[in-house]
C-alpha cells in the first residue's frame, strides 16, 4: 500500500462532522447494527435469542420476547450503564481513533463535556477492551522481538547548588535532583528508580504464511507488522523473555532481536534466532533488522511525550496495548477502524477494574 493512502478519499469515507450530525436515535442504531451486524433484529444477552425485539424508544431500550428481559445496545459491555448520550460516546470512540498518538482526557473533555474522570475511564475502558483481545492468538513466522525503557526518569532540580554550598545549607536541593537538563538523563542511567520499566514488544511481520505474500513479484507486500504483543517487565532478562516468547510465539518462528545476552538460548528452544548489531548498523546485509519494533516505541515515546506526558506502572500496560493496536490497524480506514474498536469493545463483557466510573478502579501495579 503506498504511503499516501491517507491522502485518498477512500481512506476517510466517514468524518467527525458526519458522527456528530447524528441524532441520539441514529447514534444508537448504528451501535446496534456495528454490534449484532443489524439494526432491526437484536440478540438478547439474557437469553441470546436473535430476533426483532420490543423497541422501548422512550427508555431507548429493547425488551425480550422470550424473556422479557429488558437491554441496551451497551449492556454486558464495558458501557453498560453509561450516564453519557449514545451519540458523545460514539464521538469519543471516533476521537480516539483520529488521534495517531493517542487521546488525552482533557482533550476529549473539551470535546463532549462532563467531568475530567468521566472522558478518563471512558478512555481506560477502551484500552481495557484492547488489552483482553491483544493475547488472543499467537504471533508466527518472522517475529521482532526488542525492549525500550519507560518511567523512571529524573526531574531537573530547581536550582544549581554546589557541593559545599549543599554541606552548609540543609535546604537545598539535593544531589539527586541537582541535574538541569532532564533530557540528558536517560532512564537506564536510574535503573533503582521505583517507576522504572521496561516495555518488551513482540511484532509479526507480514510473510507468506500471514497472506501478506505478492505471488507476482515473489516478495512481501511490504506493509509492516501486522499483529504486536506488549509487556511489562522489570528488565530485559532471559527468564522474561523466554517465558513471553514460549506463550506468544509458536514454534519454528524466526526471532529477530539485538545482540542482547537475554535472547541467546531463543535457537536452542525451538526458535530460529537473528540478531543485528545496533552499535554498528540499522539492518544487516541480508536484511535483518528490528524496524518494526522501533517503529511501535518511536509511536509509544511520541505519545508519551506530546500527550500523555507521564505513564505510572499502573496503567503502563494499557498505554502500550493502545499503541499497539494504532501500530496493527494504521492501514486500515476510518469507518474499518471504527468498527473494529466497537466489536472489540462489545465482546469485551463488563469492564473488571473500571466499573462505576472510577469508584471500581481496581488495578494493581
Not at 67 to 88: E, L, N, Q, W
Not at 115 to 136: A, D, G, P, V, W
Not at 225 to 250: F, M, P, Q, W
Request: charged share 25%; glycine share 6%; hydrophobic share 35%.
Amino acid at each position: 500500500m503506498p504511503a499516501n493512502y491517507w491522502s485518498k478519499p477512500e481512506a476517510i469515507p466517514i468524518t467527525l462532522e458526519a458522527i456528530a450530525s447524528l441524532s441520539e436515535e441514529e447514534s444508537r442504531l448504528l451501535l446496534a447494527k456495528i454490534r449484532w451486524g443489524s439494526a432491526d433484529t437484536q440478540v438478547c444477552p439474557d437469553c441470546a435469542v436473535v430476533d426483532k425485539h420490543h423497541n422501548i424508544r422512550t427508555r431507548k431500550q429493547w425488551r425480550c420476547k422470550h424473556c422479557y428481559h429488558t437491554f441496551s445496545v451497551t449492556s454486558g459491555t464495558p458501557f453498560a450503564d453509561h450516564k453519557i448520550s449514545y451519540r458523545k460516546l460514539l464521538i469519543a470512540f471516533f476521537c480516539f481513533i483520529i488521534n495517531h498518538k493517542g487521546q488525552a482526557a482533557l482533550a476529549l473533555r473539551r470535546i463532549i463535556g462532563g467531568q475530567y474522570r468521566t472522558s478518563f475511564t471512558l478512555l481506560h475502558k477502551i484500552r481495557e477492551s484492547l488489552i483482553l483481545n491483544m493475547y488472543t492468538a499467537q504471533l508466527s513466522g518472522v517475529v521482532e522481538i526488542d525492549g525500550g525503557h519507560f518511567s523512571g526518569k529524573k526531574r531537573k532540580g530547581r536550582t544549581l547548588t554546589k557541593p559545599e554550598v549543599l554541606a552548609k545549607d540543609k535546604t537545598q536541593v539535593p544531589a539527586k535532583y541537582r541535574a538541569q537538563h532532564r533530557d540528558k538523563i536517560k532512564p537506564y542511567e536510574n535503573p533503582h528508580h521505583p517507576n522504572r520499566r521496561i516495555i518488551i514488544t513482540l511484532r509479526e511481520v507480514s510473510s507468506q504464511k500471514s497472506g501478506n505474500f505478492n505471488p507476482h513479484t515473489g516478495k512481501e507486500k511490504g506493509i509492516g507488522a501486522i499483529k504486536t504483543i506488549v509487556a511489562v517487565c522489570r528488565s530485559e532478562n532471559g527468564a522474561d523473555i523466554e517465558a513471553l516468547v514460549h506463550k506468544y510465539v509458536a514454534k519454528n518462528s524466526m526471532i529477530r532481536s539485538d545482540e542482547l545476552p537475554a535472547y541467546g538460548n531463543l535457537k536452542y528452544q525451538g526458535y530460529g534466532h537473528e540478531t543485528v548489531n545496533h552499535s554498528k548498523e540499522f539492518s544487516t546485509d541480508k536484511g535483518v533488522n528490528q524496524n518494526q519494533a522501533e517503529s511501535y516505541f518511536s509511536r509509544l515515546r511520541r505519545a508519551c511525550i506530546g500527550v500523555f506526558h507521564r505513564m505510572t506502572p499502573k496503567h503502563m500496560l494499557a498505554y502500550a496495548v493502545e499503541m499497539g493496536w494504532r501500530e496493527d490497524v494504521r492501514r486500515l480506514s476510518t469507518s474499518e477502524q471504527l468498527q473494529m474498536l466497537l466489536r472489540c469493545v462489545f465482546s469485551s463483557g463488563i469492564s473488571p477494574d473500571w466499573s462505576n466510573y472510577c469508584r471500581g478502579n481496581n488495578r494493581k501495579v
